[in-house]
């Protein structure tokens, strides 16, 4: 498997557990200054290397594994993916909290601009971090317009990096460039806080976001562009379904966790499925990928074409805003505010 690195120079490489926010126990100092895998006797180095390439190097990711997923990397037995988790557990804040203590966490949450005042007053302020949005939409709508938008964004004004996995190959240095250029920011800067991770199909998808999100240091902004493309293409037959939604879930789920831990804003974009019958009552498109991305995803966005750039973005899923629709412009320096 590729190794996806940071091409960031100035900043050394963290792990997970240096980017998270400050904890009430850090009991164990000494540990803490460790690698979490090294502190626990009995786990010897095929097997530290083992959890490392699948994504459990730190003890946040073990602490929010299942045993399941600890004792599906070969050669981990139950009783040590047990012992990890509750190892872990006791070293990690699970998160109990008071209802007053979330508005510390609220506080924490950023928002990342679109370039849009409306699209932004649509969403609160912008993309919210610490959880996943879903832009869905037909073909050519903007999704992966919009994508690099938020990538330029987030590399000025939140400073950070983004982790971009590309499904379909629509990652465009070009896009960068122009809309870089245009945001006054020097294009070479941009391109090298962003790693792009080229997915060739779904299983590659899944192994290069968790590497990705485990490995880049400093990510604001996680990007999946698409979420469904692969798993649609492979999983055709009806009987391929359960297994299909149960990945997505996974993928999804693994996701949103790290878009908390990190407090990075997770984007994943998605197509729509002309539903025939619908035509005439409401909406002729659905996202596709059904319950599992529909619940999974924090909030999501419907975007629809226009004339020329023209484009308009509908809400309909968020846990804090009300559902609302907006209109905006996708032109050759991004996405800005549409006025006729
Ligand atoms: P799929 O990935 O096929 O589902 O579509 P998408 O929603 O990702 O569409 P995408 O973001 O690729 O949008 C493509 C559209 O953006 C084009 O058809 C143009 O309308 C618009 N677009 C792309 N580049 C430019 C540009 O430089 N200038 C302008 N004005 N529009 C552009
Ligand atoms: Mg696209």
Redesign the pocket.
Known sequence: MAKVESKEKGIPPKAISETEKPKKSQKKTTDSEKPFLKTISGIGPTTRQRLEEAGYGSKESIALATKAQLTEISGIAEKTAALLIREARARFDLGLKKGSEYEASAKTRVKLTTGSQAFDSLLGGGFETGSITELA?E???????IAHQLAINCVKFLDQDVVWIDT?G?FRFN?IV?IAEAAGMDPDTVLSRITVGRAYNSEHQMALTEEALTMVPNVGLIIVD?LMAHFRSEFAGRGTLAERQQLIGKHLSFISKQAEILNCVGIV?N?VSAKPDAMFFGDPNKPVGGNVVGHTVTSRLM?RKGKA?KRTATLTKSPELPDGKIEFA???EGVQDYSK
């Open positions: 939409g073909n050519g709508c903007g999704k992966t317009q379909e629509t896009r122009q698409s974009t197509q975007i750039i996708i032109t050759g």
